[in-house]
């Protein structure tokens, strides 16, 4: 079964740091991009981060770039966001979802999502 | 406010037909990118409901469809159903952000 479970959520004061983490299972993992999307709860879906099969092609929504840092290990079928400066309104549930690999130049999907880790940034 | 627009609530008796709207502009949708919906039940992750502007994954029931025209695309909700009720997110490309965008979402709701 394709799967993706992230972890590593938790609550932190304005200013702090967190790494979200996501654990895939059931795919070939290095074959796909790979994106962070995150969701106030209650709120709409906002992206947020996305990084390519190799890790050398980033790129991040404009209210976390220079704060977050996307990155993966292949040998581990693993996905990481590195967050500093948290701020207030980074409060979230963090998905970490897979990029179809449908290719197209008229942008693909996101076919698989994980079940979310929820981000708490406050005083 | 989010980059793609969407009705904030949709609704219908069981069995009849409701649609949702999702407009972009000329760096999205009328961009010839292409549109995907979402939906999203209380609680739970987003799951993949059409891709392509018109496509089902497999598992999804022919009474979701989805159509394009210009710089909007709609999903159709044929024979409405009391386990219909979610939020319903549209998404695409921006290629002026150079980001991946989201509608506002949509809250069917079943009477």
């Known amino acids: 079964e394709v799967e993706l479970v992230e972890s590593g959520g938790g609550s932190v004061q304005p200013g702090g740091s967190l790494t979200l983490s996501c654990q895939a299972s059931g795919f070939t993992f290095r074959d796909f991009w790979l994106h962070w999307v995150r969701q106030v709860p209650g709120k709409g879906l906002m992206w947020v981060a996305r990084i390519n099969v190799g890790g050398n092609s980033r790129s991040y929504s404009e209210s976390v770039k220079g704060r977050f840092t996307i990155s993966r290990d292949n040998t581990k079928s693993m996905l990481f966001l590195q967050m500093n400066d948290l701020r207030v309104d980074d409060t979230a549930i963090y998905y970490c979802v897979r990029f179809s690999s449908r290719i197209t130049l008229s942008g693909a999907e996101f076919d698989v999502w994980g079940p979310g880790t929820l981000v708490t940034v406050s005083p | 406010q989010s980059v793609l627009t969407q009705p904030p609530s949709v609704s219908g008796a069981p069995g009849e037909r409701v649609t949702i709207s999702c407009t972009g502009n000329?760096?999205?949708?009328?961009?010839?990118?292409?549109v995907h919906w979402y939906r999203q039940f209380p609680g739970t992750a987003p799951r993949l409901l059409i891709y392509?502007?018109?496509n089902r994954p497999s598992g999804v029931p022919d009474r979701f469809s989805g159509s394009k025209s210009g710089i909007s695309v709609s999903l159709v909700i044929t024979g409405l159903q009391t386990d219909d009720e979610a939020d319903y997110y549209c998404q695409s490309y921006d290629n002026n952000l150079r980001a991946w965008v989201f509608g506002g979402g949509t809250k069917v709701t079943v009477l």
């Open positions: 392509a502007n018109v």
């Open positions: 000329n760096s999205n949708i009328g961009a010839r990118y292409d």
